[in-house]
């Protein structure tokens, strides 16, 4: 109990919140939380995200990954993903609520827009293609839905440029008329944070980030 409290208290003191903005305040002033499409690449990863958001806004998470092209790996990252969110809701019952939805599974979606660029290093224009591919549909369902904001738990990787991320989504959430949250989840130890949420909540964590071009250059660096 005294996690829980002492969480809560860190969202009051404002020590993890991210950077006010109108689509917020309005929400705010409208005695309402404001609603966030968050996307999951994984059970890991959304760890930290989920907590620091869950109390400060209406969070539904968005499981959109067609960059997983092993079906069992994206079966397995989806199951920990749920196990973790129905975790958390069921700790955190009386306080907030996370609701969850996936989006269509076609990895040829990512292999067309990737296909030119199999020999990019990890960390080249193929993330920054696959970052564009995963935020644009969340962008998308987050206009469909009515949400204030999306975001994206890809933010927490310190293997991951934030940068890039945020350009992309700013550049998104322009075009489909939705706001994307600047929020660089690693920072305050997030990462950290998200292995020992990982541990806690029993999480399987992946040595990849989830295309087969970065788990060849793993089994190449083993």
């Keep these: 109990m005294k996690e829980k409290c002492d969480t809560y208290v860190r969202f009051c003191t404002n020590e993890l919140q991210p950077n006010r903005s109108t689509a917020y305040l309005n929400a705010k002033l409208a005695n309402r939380k404001p609603s966030i499409l968050l996307h999951a690449c994984c059970g890991p990863c959304s760890t930290t995200c989920v907590e620091r958001l869950a109390f400060d806004y209406n969070v539904t998470v968005f499981y959109y990954n067609p960059n997983i092209m092993d079906q069992e790996e994206y079966l397995l990252r989806k199951d920990n993903l749920i196990k973790f969110l129905d975790a958390f809701n069921k700790e955190y019952r009386d306080m907030t609520h996370v609701n969850y939805i996936e989006g269509d599974y076609k990895v040829e979606d990512f292999i067309k827009v990737t296909k030119s660029l199999c020999d990019e290093p990890e960390g080249g224009k193929r993330c920054d293609v696959c970052f564009e591919l995963r935020l644009a549909e969340t962008g998308r369902k987050a206009n469909e839905l009515g949400m ?3 975001a ?3 933010a927490v990787s310190p293997h991951k440029d934030y940068a890039s991320i945020l350009k992309i989504g700013q550049s998104i959430g322009d075009a489909k008329n939705v706001k994307f949250l600047d929020m660089d989840f690693k920072k305050k130890n997030g990462f950290g944070r998200s292995v020992e949420l990982s541990k806690k909540y029993g999480l399987y964590r992946q040595k990849f980030c989830g295309c087969e071009y ?9």
Excluded: I
């Design 152 to 154: 994206t738990a890809m």
């Design 214 to 222: 970065a788990r060849a250059m793993m089994k190449n660096h083993e």
């Design 148 to 150: 204030d904001y999306f």
